[in-house]
């Protein structure tokens, strides 16, 4: 397995799918679990020993509100961490992107746009393709359809 995937809470299912979606279209293999920096530490802590046992690469963690698990994640492992900060209907977001944007100096986290959860797959594959020329090629297609996508667009105006 390449990356675990840690959701705060079922409720973030939907936008994990851009996630699980493009990481399944680049052949990357993941698990994805719901676990709650607050409501259920020891499972967090449980899912990130077993992550290092397995060799997982890269470690994708979202989370709303108060966004704590990104960054409780990160101080449990030296494993890259992404940290996906979801939207709210409070603050729209603003809270967990701080949460988890503001890590202390020791304890990165990778952090992408409110709700960026396609991204966090694209930076996941691309960290693990810096040792695999095929995922890099599969990355590489993406991006050229993305740009044949525009150069669509533009014809067709």
Same mark, same amino acid.
Request: aromatic share 4%.
């Given at each position: 397995m =390449?990356?675990? /995937?840690?959701l705060g809470s079922s409720s =973030?299912? $939907? &936008?994990? @799918?851009?996630? &699980? $979606?493009?990481?399944? $279209?680049?052949n990357v293999v993941f698990r994805m679990v719901v676990a709650s920096a607050h409501r259920t530490p020891e499972l967090v802590e449980q899912n990130i020993k077993d992550?290092? +046992? $397995? !060799?997982?690469k890269v470690i994708i963690a979202m989370a709303g509100m108060?966004?704590?698990? #990104? !960054?409780?994640?990160?101080? +449990? &492992?030296? /494993?890259?961490?992404? !940290?996906v900060p979801l939207s709210s209907k409070n603050t729209g977001g603003l809270d967990a992107l701080y949460s988890v944007?503001?890590? #202390?100096?020791?304890?990165p986290v990778a952090t992408v746009a409110i709700d960026g959860a396609k991204n966090a797959? /694209?930076?996941?594959?691309?960290? /693990?393709a810096v040792n695999n020329d @095929?995922?890099?090629?599969?990355?590489? *297609?993406?991006?050229? +359809?993305? @740009? =044949?996508?525009?150069? +669509?667009?533009? @014809? *067709?105006?």
């Open positions: =390449d990356v675990l /995937i840690l =973030d299912l $939907e &936008t994990a @799918k851009g996630c &699980t $979606e493009l990481l399944k $279209e680049f992550a290092e +046992k $397995e !060799g997982v108060a966004a704590h698990l #990104p !960054g409780v994640v990160a101080s +449990k &492992t030296l /494993i890259p961490v992404i !940290g944007v503001q890590m #202390p100096n020791g304890y797959a /694209i930076l996941a594959a691309q960290i /693990i @095929k995922l890099k090629k599969v990355l590489s *297609d993406y991006r050229n +359809k993305m @740009k =044949d996508a525009v150069a +669509k667009a533009n @014809k *067709d105006l």
